[in-house]
């Protein structure tokens, strides 16, 4: 007699390792001054650690995908625990900025396993509604994970609590998860019979699959960036950089729950060009405001950036649906790749703001304010670039799905009976 497949344990095994990646974000992202201030590091040096989070996630995400149905996800989370495992261990007795960038690589490689593992698994386990129900669920516990991790780190962190100590409790969900997996039969994959690999490589040539392939590398900076460096560059806003964090991730969280209604009424070019619109206006206020007005820029900033993951791969999936899981695990991976790409730069930038306001006679936290709003004034240029692909996106688009409503209606025409 088989054994049977156990999904709720299948699933909270899945939301602990998110919650891991989650946490992986946060207290990283708290914890980034002090590894600055221990090992004597400049911010494009801790934008190159950043970095390592981001490239090791796109690598092992596209891979994983690719290989899912031949070794299966209990080998791809069993390579994700020890990733975790190492990466973690390695980053709290790393000596120096090597020892730094390769223990976050090593993190960021269980990452990506982990999302190339869990969607497909979900996927799999689920059956009709319950399939898009429960990967919402699931992909609830990055922007909740970030909320405890936030909170976490900034309670120890009040504390006086080592960043070595905050590490530490990444393990906890670490552990949880591959004990919730172990033991467990896994679905079998749902093979796709009338798409193969060839046919969706060739189908990465489509117009819009080539559009959003651009369009994500900018709406992933636009939400990793300021949140990755949220503890350097509103550290002298007079608004807590940790508490930003949380109410942005804990927003997200909700607005994701009530997508459905919220892409059914605006549709996913106007979600994407609203939240464009949004995130542009949040960031500029960061640059702007400190104090109360910074929690008010991050409701802005939260309502923008809230459905562009999301419905970026959603949009994927509707309109360049013969790419695949192929399509859809290179658009996340561009979307990481190029996050990491640009963490040196925004570091460089911090430093460099840092420089030009020094030699102006700025000192202390006058400077530090000065260097991190200058710095988000740079990063609102992303999301202005994104108004105006969106734009173009919303009128072509728009044509296009008018166009297949008419064709369906043609269809539905000649093929009725007369009466």
């Not at 990452?111 to 996927?123: D, V």
């Not at 516990?141 to 976490?152: K, R």
């Not at 807590?240 to 994701?256: C, D, F, H, K, N």
């Amino acid at each position: 007699m088989s054994k049977q497949i156990n999904k709720r344990t299948l699933f909270l095994g899945s939301c602990f390792a998110l919650i891991t990646t989650a946490f992986t974000f946060a207290i990283r992202a708290g914890i980034l001054p002090q590894l600055g201030e221990q090992f004597g590091l400049t911010n494009e040096q801790l934008g190159f650690i950043n970095s390592m989070w981001f490239l090791g996630f796109p690598i092992s995400m596209v891979l994983g995908g690719i290989f899912y149905n031949s070794i299966g996800p209990k080998r791809i989370m069993q390579f994700a625990f020890v990733m975790h495992t190492l990466g973690i261990i390695l980053t709290i007795y790393a000596g120096g900025y090597t020892l730094l960038l390769i223990s976050t690589l090593l993190i960021g490689l269980g990452n990506g396993c982990t999302e190339a593992a869990c969607n497909p698994m979900i996927a799999d386990a689920y059956e009709g509604n319950m399939v898009d129900k429960m990967l919402n669920r699931f992909h609830m516990w990055f922007p909740g994970g970030i909320v405890l991790g936030s909170l976490i780190s900034k309670f120890m962190g009040d504390f006086s609590m080592g960043w070595q100590a905050q590490m530490w409790i990444i393990m906890i969900p670490t552990i949880i998860y591959p004990i919730l997996f172990f033991g467990q039969k896994f679905p079998e994959p749902k093979l796709e019979e009338m798409k193969s690999l060839k046919e969706n490589v060739k189908a990465l040539g489509s117009p819009v699959f080539i559009f959003l392939f651009l369009c994500f590398a900018l709406t992933a900076i636009s939400e990793f960036g300021p949140q990755q460096w949220v503890n350097i560059v509103m550290a002298q806003s007079g608004a807590s950089p940790m508490l930003i964090l949380a109410l942005v991730t804990g927003l997200m969280a909700v607005g994701r729950f009530f997508a459905g209604p919220v892409v059914k009424a605006l549709g996913q070019p106007g979600v994407l060009l609203s939240g464009a619109i949004l995130t542009a206006i949040g960031i500029y206020m960061f640059s702007i405001f400190t104090g109360a007005m910074a929690y008010v820029a991050a409701v802005f900033f939260a309502m923008g950036v809230c459905y562009f993951w999301p419905v970026m791969l959603g949009a994927g999936a509707k309109r360049a649906p013969k790419t695949g899981a192929l399509g859809l695990s290179l658009l996340g991976g561009i979307g990481m790749f190029s996050t990491s790409i640009f963490q040196p730069i925004i570091g460089s930038w911090i430093d460099s703001s840092r420089a030009t306001y020094a030699a102006t006679g700025l000192s202390g936290s006058e400077l530090e304010l000065a260097a991190g709003q200058a710095t988000l004034a740079k990063v609102a240029i992303f999301p202005c670039i994104l108004i105006v692909l969106f734009t173009i996106f919303y009128i072509w688009q728009k044509k296009s799905d008018k166009k297949t409503v008419d064709e369906m209606a043609h269809a539905t025409e000649a093929t009725a009976p007369n009466v």
